[in-house]
Each structure stands twice: as structure tokens, then as C-alpha cells.
């Protein structure tokens, strides 16, 4: 693909994507489809791009202007049949935060990868914040040594007004998510740092009794869901889903049998800590070093980066887009990593409602694994229509579901 003409669906999520995509010259704005589309306010910025409230009219019009690539932006448990659908119309798929809210999705997504030969990629972005890309740099040095724990934790809370603007009707998915599905800002950073895929996962989720006085237009009030899971290159991991705790920032931790790197916390918005056991530091080094992380060692990207949300990382999901649709480079979160990242979620989820029961998470890049999960569609959200929903949102409290 010489240059891509994209398409994005879901304009609220996608708008913060729709400026940076704009701005770069070998990508052009095609189409953007919105159910709400009528009611966007700047339509003036948009009169060279068509605009759609429906999907299908999306990708056949969006065809005929040469669109080759959909940024899906839409509803959080949503993505996978709309990736499918983009990839059999013949186009290359970014989807934004999860790839897929069933197992059974998970497979249907990865096949339809292998079958189309079209490119996907998940446009996780936390693992490029700028602390994290200093992180990673530092834990692929080697510094550490033998990679042996690591912990990821990504809070965000509100007050009841935010999380009632957030929640746009009754049957609106974050009315009804689970404490784990949201994995991938805390899941995501630790894989990418590590270079490593999750094997086994155990869960466990605390009540809130806070959240439970919203019971009657949010369901999941649980304040944490923390999984551990035993990575395949020997690590274990302990990291959350998006947790409601008193904390006003996110953190992750990296720990090797010679070092430690973390980011977060005390340590400041602007740098990590690296710290070497007493009978492992190297000659001539301080035993605690606080490494400033700074956008400027990227130069001009670096700087472009500076201007873009979530610490950068939008910025750099853009770059990674641009190589890999035009160049094949590899996205690292390509749908294999993905599927496993929404998987994790998923089986967590079982295992905070069996009391920490320890699950598999499928290889997905097995066939005989997809079999054994190829018709498992169990789902804590209800349809628009309030039916469908065949888990519990949070735990059982006061004999409620």
C-alpha cells in the first residue's frame, strides 16, 4: 500500500485520532461513520470527507473513494464484527482499545486475519506514554537481567457526574463491564516492555461499597479487578483492568534478578527509577538512578508526539500504523497478541467468579486451541435491547447479581 485512505468509525473516540491522522501526509481522511453523525458541531472541518451514520453505506462508499483502511473507534466489546466486516471488504483494520469481547470473537477475528491476508493491528497506546518508552528501552538493554515480575495498575475514577456523562444509557457497555475486561492500559505496557505473552491466568475482584450505591444505572461495582498470570518467557505478572481505587495516576514496575525499573508513583510525571540490588550494581554506578524520560532523545517526532494525548502515545499508535500498513513493520500488537490481551480479560473475569480458579489463555496462533474455544460467546453485556447477557457484571453481593 503506497499511501493509506482511511476511514474512521465511532467519531467521539476517533476525533482525538482524526487530528493526528490528518496531519500526516501519506495518510488521507476518507470517510468518518458515526450513529450520531447529524449531530456533529464541525462539520465545517469535514467538508471534504463523507460522512456516514451507517455502517455497510460506510465501507461501499468508502470503497469507491479508494478507502484501504478502517480506524475503528466504536463501542468498547464491539470491534471484532466490524474488523471482520472492514477486512472481507478488502481493508486494513486499526481497532482501538479491544480487539474482541467473546472468545468466540477472538477466533472469528484471528481467521478472518489469516483468510483475507489483510493487515490488523490493535492501536493500544500506554505502552508508548513516554515513562513506558523509557521503561521499555531500559529493559531491552538487558540492565535487568533475567526478567522475573512485573506489575502494571491503571486507574481511572470519577465523581458521580463524569462517570453518569460517561454512561450515555442504560444498556451502554460501561454500565455493564467487568473490573478485568478493561486490560489492555495496564496488560498492554508489561507484554510490549517484556517482548512476552500471557500463558495462565488468576483473578480475584474487590467490592466497593462507593460503587454500590450506584447499582442502579452502573452494575459493575467492583473497585479492582487483579490478575496474575504466568508469561511465557517465565515472568509472572500481576496487573489490574481499569480500577476505581484511590489513586489519581497509573504505574508499572518491571523486576529482573540484577534491577528494577518503575515508573509512577513518587518518581515523578517525567522520568523512571532504575534500582540494582547491592550485590548486582555494576562498578562505578549508583545503586537508585532516576532516568529523566524526555520526548527530545526523538527528535522532530518526538516533538509532533509532545502535542498528543496519553502522554504521547497516540502520536506514536499513528507512526506505527503508517510502517506497518505501508512498510510491513511489525506493530508488535498484531491480532495474535490481541486476542490473547482480550482473552486474558475475558477467563479473568471467570476466575474472579470461581474464586481465583486458574484458566488457559488459547494460543491463538493454534488451531487445535480456537477449537476448544470456537463456540464460547459468554458475554456480561446486554444488547441494545437489554437481552443477550449470559454473566454477571460483578461479583455477587448481598445475594444480587
Not at 86 to 107: F, P, Q, W
Not at 117 to 136: D, V
Not at 162 to 183: D, F, I, M, Q, S
Not at 376 to 397: H, Q, R
Amino acid at each position: 500500500m503506497a499511501d493509506i485512505r482511511i476511514g474512521v468509525f465511532g467519531a467521539w473516540r476517533g476525533n482525538s485520532y482524526i487530528d493526528l491522522i490528518s496531519a500526516e501526509p501519506r495518510v488521507t481522511l476518507v470517510a468518518i461513520c458515526d450513529k450520531n453523525i447529524g449531530s456533529m458541531t464541525d462539520r465545517e472541518n469535514f467538508k471534504n470527507v463523507a460522512l456516514f451514520d451507517n455502517f455497510d453505506d460506510f465501507l461501499t462508499e468508502g470503497k469507491k473513494l479508494g478507502m484501504n483502511a478502517v480506524f475503528l473507534a466504536n463501542y468498547f466489546h464491539q470491534h471484532a464484527p466490524f474488523a471482520i466486516r472492514a477486512m472481507e471488504a478488502g481493508m486494513d483494520v486499526i481497532s482501538e482499545c479491544t480487539a474482541a469481547g467473546t472468545l468466540k470473537e477472538c477466533v472469528e477475528l484471528v481467521e478472518a486475519v489469516e483468510r483475507t491476508g489483510r493487515k490488523y493491528m490493535l492501536a493500544e497506546n500506554y505502552p508508548f506514554m513516554t515513562m513506558n518508552l523509557k521503561m521499555e528501552q531500559l529493559v531491552q538493554s538487558g540492565k535487568l537481567g533475567s526478567l522475573v515480575y512485573a506489575e502494571g495498575e491503571y486507574n481511572h475514577s470519577g465523581n458521580n457526574a463524569e462517570l453518569a456523562n460517561l454512561t450515555p444509557g442504560k444498556y451502554h457497555w460501561r454500565a455493564w463491564l467487568p473490573r478485568t475486561y478493561y486490560v489492555t492500559h495496564a496488560m498492554g505496557p508489561l507484554m510490549y516492555m517484556t517482548r512476552s505473552m500471557p500463558k495462565y491466568v488468576s483473578a480475584r475482584a474487590a467490592h466497593s461499597d462507593l460503587l454500590y450505591e450506584l447499582r442502579d444505572w452502573r452494575h459493575n461495582y467492583d473497585a479492582a479487578g487483579i490478575m496474575f498470570c504466568e508469561m511465557d518467557n517465565g515472568m509472572i505478572a500481576r496487573f489490574t483492568g481499569c480500577t476505581a481505587m484511590a489513586s489519581d495516576y497509573s504505574r508499572y514496575r518491571i523486576c529482573g534478578d540484577r534491577a528494577s525499573v518503575e515508573s509512577g508513583g513518587n518518581v515523578g510525571a517525567d522520568a523512571v527509577r532504575l534500582f540494582y540490588f547491592p550485590h548486582t550494581k555494576p562498578e562505578g554506578v549508583d545503586q537508585c538512578t532516576i532516568v529523566p524520560a524526555d520526548l527530545a532523545e526523538f527528535g522532530e517526532k518526538g516533538a509532533l508526539a509532545k502535542k498528543a494525548g496519553h502522554g504521547g502515545g497516540d502520536y506514536w499508535i499513528v507512526q506505527r500504523m503508517i510502517d506497518y500498513f505501508t512498510e510491513g513493520a511489525d506493530p508488535f500488537f498484531d491480532v495474535y497478541r490481541a486476542a490473547a490481551m482480550s482473552a486474558t480479560a475475558i477467563l479473568g473475569w471467570r476466575s474472579c467468579l470461581n474464586h481465583g480458579e486458574n484458566f488457559r489463555i488459547p494460543d491463538f496462533r493454534i488451531p487445535a486451541e480456537r477449537d476448544a474455544v470456537r463456540n464460547d460467546d459468554l458475554t456480561p453485556f446486554p444488547d441494545e435491547n437489554g437481552e443477550g447477557k449470559t454473566l454477571p457484571s460483578a461479583l455477587p453481593w448481598n445475594g444480587e447479581f
